[in-house]
């Protein structure tokens, strides 16, 4: 695994590595939070924690640069916590295992966490680079993004001191990303009562797996399977026809991750046992045929299991399926005015039952707001003529881009002078916390960057080398191309 601190720039992937020997999900980041401040303060840089944990370490100018605009380098500390069902992983102890495969730095079953350790990493290489020229510096690293932008949320204003945040979370090198979507999640609750199980039935337990998955607003485009929504697809023709019966349901794990899995017991009638297998057959072989090369190792099996001790009462067993089914999930619209952009989208993400309820949960993402606002009530109608109580919260807002912002004027001209080409201009369909940040310090002039990371926020994750290099370049030489602060 320590291969990687080997990698070029040296500085940046021996920072990297150190983050992944640090557990660091979302909402348990505390060990990480606690590295960065010992990191800052074995500088002899300033160094601040705020009251929820965000890190702010303060580096000033190299002699010749103290009259530059100060640049904040923005990057988050917590990663998706995701694994192969297969793969024996403790998300609270264990270091992440990283390979270097084909020019890419991955991980061995599990998420990676370059999004978004590379950018936490880049900034802590230059925090201690001593062959560096820039003005002053100050890096925040936040806490708690990937699960409810916690960190950007409660930073308080005042306590950065820069004009211009450089935020280091795009997946696309030789790109620039001036706005994003923003977000609200759907919280949809059934309530059930406990129902006995027919006389001569039999109970399977259903596994559909080996999905890709991915970030819930980046691959949503790439029209990849999701798990909720084939289970209950299959759920709604087997009930109709070998009179199955739902005991519980288990898909999807995070709200801003495609389920790559669901699980579900069933029971049926022991007579129709052998149709109900057939019938799974038919649906693995359809869903194959549907998804094609999206989804190469799509799994959908059942197996014989104990008898559930009780069901799901029918009525809300047909109810849920029901909303399931209609519910809005994937792409919504597609931008009229950026080329290939994801304008609107929603992902069904979670649907679990236990103790009397059944949890289904849906992120919205939208860079017009008033699109979000549609799309929750399409959501609160589905669910609420399906009988489910629903309600609505984490929202946060997007983030406008200003196409005649200097810093992306300096940042165009870096790279085409560097490389003889000009930068992409995009946005980007997921949650940046450049529109949260930017509501607490409106006059910064921000810009979002990175290298190519691919498949965030599944076991796939894996970041490009080659492409770090020429990150880390950038990111050098614009730091010493800042303009003068007037």
Same mark, same amino acid.
């Given at each position: 695994?320590?291969?990687?601190?080997?990698?070029? $720039?040296?500085?940046?992937?021996?920072?990297?590595?150190?983050?992944?020997?640090? $557990?660091?999900?979302?909402?348990?980041?505390?060990?990480?939070?606690?590295?960065?401040?010992?990191?800052?303060?074995?500088?002899?840089?300033?160094?601040?924690?705020?009251?929820?944990?965000?890190?702010?370490?303060?580096?000033?100018?190299?002699?010749?640069?103290?009259?530059?605009?100060?640049?904040?380098?923005?990057? !988050?500390?917590?990663?998706?916590?995701? @694994?192969?069902?297969?793969?024996? !992983?403790?998300?609270?102890? &264990?270091?992440? *295992?990283?390979?270097?495969?084909?020019?890419?730095?991955?991980?061995?079953?599990?998420?990676?966490?370059?999004?978004?350790?590379?950018?936490?990493?880049?900034?802590?290489?230059?925090?201690?680079?001593?062959?560096?020229?820039?003005?002053?510096?100050?890096?925040?690293?936040?806490?708690?993004?990937?699960?409810?932008?916690?960190?950007?949320?409660?930073?308080?204003?005042?306590?950065? +001191?820069?004009?211009?945040?450089?935020?280091?979370?795009?997946?696309?090198?030789?790109?620039?990303?001036?706005?994003?979507?923003?977000?609200?999640?759907?919280?949809?609750?059934?309530?059930?009562?406990?129902?006995?199980?027919?006389?001569?039935?039999?109970?399977?337990?259903?596994?559909?797996?080996?999905?890709?998955?991915?970030?819930?607003?980046?691959?949503?485009?790439?029209? #990849?399977?999701?798990?909720?929504?084939?289970?209950?697809?299959?759920?709604?023709?087997?009930?109709?026809?070998?009179?199955? #019966?739902?005991?519980?349901? &288990?898909?999807?794990?995070?709200?801003?991750?495609?389920?790559?899995?669901?699980?579900?017991?069933?029971?049926?009638?022991?007579?129709?046992?052998?149709?109900?297998?057939?019938?799974?057959?038919?649906?693995?072989?359809?869903?194959?045929?549907?998804?094609?090369?999206?989804?190469?190792?799509?799994?959908?099996?059942?197996?014989?299991?104990?008898?559930?001790?009780?069901?799901?009462?029918?009525?809300?067993?047909?109810?849920?399926?029901?909303?399931?089914?209609?519910?809005?999930?994937? =792409?919504?619209?597609?931008?009229?005015?950026? *080329?290939?952009?994801?304008?609107?989208?929603?992902?069904?993400?979670? =649907?679990?039952?236990?103790? /009397?309820?059944?949890?289904?949960?849906?992120?919205?993402?939208?860079?017009?707001?008033?699109?979000?606002?549609?799309?929750?009530?399409?959501? *609160?109608?589905?669910?609420?003529?399906?009988?489910?109580?629903?309600?609505? /919260?984490?929202?946060?807002?997007?983030?406008?881009?200003?196409?005649?912002?200097?810093?992306?004027?300096?940042?165009?001209?870096?790279?085409? @002078?560097?490389?003889?080409?000009?930068?992409?201009?995009?946005?980007?369909?997921?949650?940046? +916390?450049?529109?949260?940040?930017?509501?607490?310090? $409106? !006059?910064?002039?921000?810009?979002?960057?990175?290298?190519?990371? #691919?498949?965030? !926020?599944?076991?796939?994750?894996?970041?490009?080398?080659?492409?770090?290099?020429?990150?880390?370049?950038?990111?050098?030489?614009?730091? @010493?191309?800042?303009? =003068?602060?007037?």
């Amino acid at each position: 695994m320590s291969e990687i601190a080997k990698l070029s $720039p040296q500085g940046l992937w021996e920072s990297f590595y150190k983050l992944t020997q640090i $557990p660091r999900p979302s909402k348990r980041e505390g060990k990480a939070i606690d590295f960065m401040e010992e990191f800052g303060k074995s500088l002899g840089l300033e160094t601040i924690r705020d009251e929820v944990g965000n890190i702010i370490i303060r580096k000033p100018a190299t002699p010749g640069y103290e009259n530059r605009m100060g640049v904040i380098l923005q990057s !988050h500390i917590d990663m998706v916590p995701q @694994k192969n069902s297969d793969k024996v !992983h403790d998300w609270d102890t &264990d270091p992440i *295992e990283t390979l270097i495969e084909d020019g890419w730095v991955t991980a061995n079953g599990t998420t990676l966490g370059a999004d978004n350790g590379i950018g936490v990493a880049a900034a802590m290489a230059v925090l201690q680079a001593t062959d560096m020229e820039h003005g002053p510096v100050e890096a925040l690293i936040t806490m708690d993004e990937e699960a409810g932008m916690t960190g950007a949320n409660e930073l308080k204003p005042g306590l950065l +001191e820069g004009d211009i945040l450089l935020n280091m979370d795009s997946e696309d090198e030789g790109e620039l990303y001036v706005g994003c979507a923003g977000g609200c999640d759907a919280n949809v609750k059934f309530n059930y009562t406990e129902a006995e199980v027919p006389a001569e039935s039999v109970a399977f337990k259903l596994s559909l797996t080996g999905l890709k998955g991915g970030h819930s607003g980046m691959d949503i485009v790439l029209g #990849r399977g999701n798990a909720n929504i084939l289970m209950f697809r299959f759920l709604k023709f087997a009930v109709a026809n070998d009179d199955a #019966r739902l005991a519980s349901i &288990d898909g999807g794990s995070l709200r801003n991750a495609i389920p790559r899995e669901a699980f579900a017991v069933v029971t049926v009638p022991a007579a129709n046992a052998d149709e109900f297998i057939e019938s799974i057959e038919e649906y693995e072989e359809i869903y194959k045929a549907e998804f094609g090369s999206a989804e190469p190792f799509l799994s959908f099996v059942a197996e014989k299991t104990d008898m559930p001790s009780s069901l799901i009462d029918e009525v809300t067993q047909d109810d849920l399926i029901n909303g399931i089914i209609a519910a809005p999930n994937g =792409v919504m619209r597609m931008s009229t005015d950026m *080329e290939g952009l994801t304008e609107t989208s929603t992902n069904l993400a979670i =649907v679990k039952s236990r103790d /009397g309820e059944v949890i289904v949960q849906a992120l919205m993402r939208s860079s017009v707001n008033t699109a979000i606002e549609a799309l929750a009530s399409k959501m *609160e109608s589905v669910f609420r003529l399906a009988g489910a109580e629903v309600s609505f /919260g984490g929202q946060y807002p997007g983030w406008k881009p200003n196409l005649d912002s200097p810093i992306l004027k300096t940042m165009q001209e870096v790279y085409n @002078k560097k490389w003889g080409k000009v930068p992409e201009i995009k946005a980007i369909h997921a949650g940046l +916390e450049c529109g949260i940040l930017g509501s607490a310090y $409106p !006059h910064w002039d921000m810009i979002s960057f990175g290298p190519t990371i #691919r498949f965030p !926020h599944s076991p796939d994750e894996k970041v490009n080398i080659e492409t770090v290099s020429l990150f880390w370049e950038y990111l050098a030489e614009t730091l @010493k191309s800042i303009p =003068v602060k007037k």
